[in-house]
């Protein structure tokens, strides 16, 4: 680099430099060093602590702050002192956070309508519970909010041009006098626009507000640019693809019919239950004007619905044990369109040392209306467990209104049909095999459930109350018996507190009509095992044989009570049940209460996000022999 040119300057004489004049101080302002007393031209006032170094002041002037604390929890929430706050602060680091703090109280008050107010803050040591002055630095912030402004002219561009002008103007709750309260806005906003998509407005534009604050008025003038766009009825719903979705079919599934008002809700709702076929991936809906608004008329709206293509084919399988069931290996192939509309054919197969089946599964979602399935399945098994073996073929066909993970409903059904030729023997005794009989089953089974818990896999509050009832014709060595299989079953779920939910469940039924050597061992009542009566075996409750083995009853009745508390562990997933259960089987149509069997245990419940992941350990209190003193239950979702 070149050399620097040396450069001079002149040095001034000492009376050449002017001197300032000296400062006055003031004579109403004390500096003091006392925390209180470093604002002393504010009067003193009502004082809100806001964490260990933090006060908040504000005057006690006679005039009523409103809201005011929901505007000291929000600052206390946003504060940037309150966040970054410790015991190591010093007074530098404290005072610029306070000048953060200071502009963040001082937008809270313009979004609750104070326009005139300001805040004051000071910085020093603060004072201890003795009045002592603290090493500690504090900051203070004095609140003065003033006037709280008032809405005065409120236009809603083109909202009074609405057929149904009074209505809408109703759902927006802001008036010419209000306070001026920016939450508020946006609150009515949103309500407006809920009430023109729910009203029959679907091309309906909401701009951005404005407000206009007059100080000399101490009043704000809201700008709502509103354009309902005309009132609208639905028309057709159109299939971009009718071959594999058609527009009839999906004008089924939706919750309205041509002709009735357009619903945003009820569009999005069309849109919900078509993402749920599992059929698609996507779903794109535009509105489309096929007839417009006239004087006295409202205009239609098409729903053009264009759709792409999920995966429609699935291969699943699963492998598991069981103490009562052995190994089991489950497989299946499904093809989940094949038949459109929903369509499904579903081959399935089961390999085990005590199940072997095999079968094909037809079923029709959506048929004949929204979440009303209609299910053909043929199948063949063969059984070899404790209570029975069985050989059986089987044809089923249902027809049932079912509740969904997204569409919970309070009320399901079921009615099918079902034929069943099955050849069974009951447990051999002491080694020597019973015969053979073969039956010939005709069955109506039905079923209906009323639901008003809160969830399909963690219900946390409500009850679930459900009947089934099966009248059936068993033919059998020639001769021919008639009866009914009747169940009841109940839930109940209680919350005590945030964290603990009280869950109980009963069960009782009855086959009615003949004596129980006419109906099938595999069409008998049984008890235990995880759904049923934790800590004994699968079926290992109720009458049993000369060595030991269940043979059934046509009398069931089951208990349980259980107390699912979450621990706050993994974020709040992880929940611990203890629980108790108990149940009885009898040959006699009468539920008997003499011989309960009790189980106890605990469990634990991991959340997630779909479902509980369940692992339940449990004992028998009153075993008999053959019992084992431990059984493990694992399984998605609660007990019950």
Do not use: C
Request: hydrophobic share 35%; charged share 25%; glycine share 12%.
């Amino acid at each position: 680099m070149d050399e620097m040119p040396e450069i001079s300057l002149p040095w001034p004489e000492p009376g050449d430099v002017p001197q300032p004049e000296p400062l006055q101080a003031e004579p109403d302002i004390d500096f003091a060093t006392d925390f209180d007393d470093q604002v002393p031209a504010l009067p003193d006032g009502k004082k809100i602590r806001v964490g260990s170094d933090m006060t908040l002041v504000f005057p006690d002037t006679g005039a009523e702050f409103e809201l005011q604390d929901e505007f000291v929890d929000r600052f206390r929430e946003l504060s940037t002192i309150a966040e970054l706050s410790d015991d190591e602060d010093n007074l530098a680091q404290l005072s610029a956070r306070a000048r953060q703090d200071a502009d963040l109280l001082d937008r809270l008050l313009r979004n609750y309508g104070y326009y005139d107010g300001y805040v004051l803050r000071s910085v020093g040591n603060g004072t201890n519970g003795d009045g002592s002055s603290s090493e500690n630095p504090e900051v203070r912030f004095d609140i003065v909010p003033g006037t709280q402004y008032r809405f005065g002219a409120i236009d809603l561009g083109a909202l009074p041009q609405a057929p149904d002008y009074e209505a809408l103007r109703k759902s927006f709750e802001i008036w010419p006098g209000d306070p001026v309260l920016a939450d508020k806005i946006v609150q009515e906003n949103f309500d407006l626009d809920q009430a023109l998509g729910e009203t029959g407005y679907p091309f309906a534009t909401i701009g951005n507000p404005s407000l206009l604050i007059d100080h000399a008025r101490q009043e704000g003038d809201l700008t709502l640019p509103v354009k309902p766009g005309g009132r609208y009825r639905f028309g057709s719903v159109v299939s971009g693809n009718p071959d594999f979705l058609s527009s009839k079919h999906l004008q089924r599934i939706a919750r309205f019919d041509p002709g009735d008002i357009y619903k945003r809700s009820d569009e999005m709702d069309l849109r919900r239950a078509i993402l749920a076929t599992g059929l698609v991936s996507s779903v794109t809906i535009s509105r489309r004007e096929t007839r417009p608004p006239a004087p006295g008329q409202d205009g239609e709206v098409a729903l053009d619905i264009e759709l792409a293509k999920a995966p429609l084919r699935t291969i699943a399988g699963t492998i598991g044990y069981g103490s009562g069931e052995g190994v089991r290996i489950e497989g299946s192939w499904e093809h989940r369109n094949l038949f459109p509309p929903e369509g499904a054919l579903r081959v399935r197969g089961i390999a085990g040392t005590k199940e072997q089946l095999a079968g094909v599964t037809f079923r029709r979602n959506n048929w004949r209306g929204r979440d009303k399935i209609l299910t053909v399945d043929a199948y063949a098994t063969n059984i070899d467990r404790d209570a029975y073996e069985a050989h059986t073929v089987s044809l089923l066909a249902t027809y049932e209104r079912v509740s969904t993970l997204l569409f919970q409903k309070p009320l399901t059904w079921s009615v099918g049909l079902e034929v069943i030729a099955t050849d069974e023997r009951e447990a051999s005794v002491q080694g020597v095999n019973t015969p053979r009989a073969t039956y010939f089953v005709a069955a109506l089974p039905m079923r209906a459930m009323i639901d008003t818990s809160d969830s399909l896999l963690d219900p946390t509050r409500g009850f679930r109350l459900g009947g089934r009832i099966s009248p059936e014709i068993s033919s059998q060595g020639g001769s021919q018996s008639t009866y009914a299989r009747t169940q009841i079953d109940a839930t109940y779920y209680q919350p005590m507190g945030e964290k603990v939910v009280i869950a109980a469940r009963t069960r009782v039924g009855s086959i009615l009509g003949t004596g129980l050597g006419n109906i099938a061992p595999s069409r008998r009542f049984y008890a235990g095992g995880g759904g049923s009566v934790r800590g004994y075996g699968y079926q290992k409750i109720g009458p049993r044989d000369d060595v030991g083995d269940p043979n059934g009853g046509r009398s069931l009745v089951e208990f349980s009570l259980e107390a699912r508390i979450r621990t706050g562990m993994f974020g709040g997933a992880l929940s611990v049940v203890p629980f108790i259960d108990a149940g009885n089987v009898d040959r006699s149509t009468t539920p008997s209460f003499s011989d309960m069997r009790f189980g106890a245990g605990l469990g634990v419940r991991y959340n997630t996000g779909f479902g509980p992941i369940r692992l339940d350990v449990a004992t028998p209190l009153n075993p008999r022999s053959g019992d084992n003193p431990i059984a493990v239950y694992i399984g998605l979702g609660q007990a019950f």
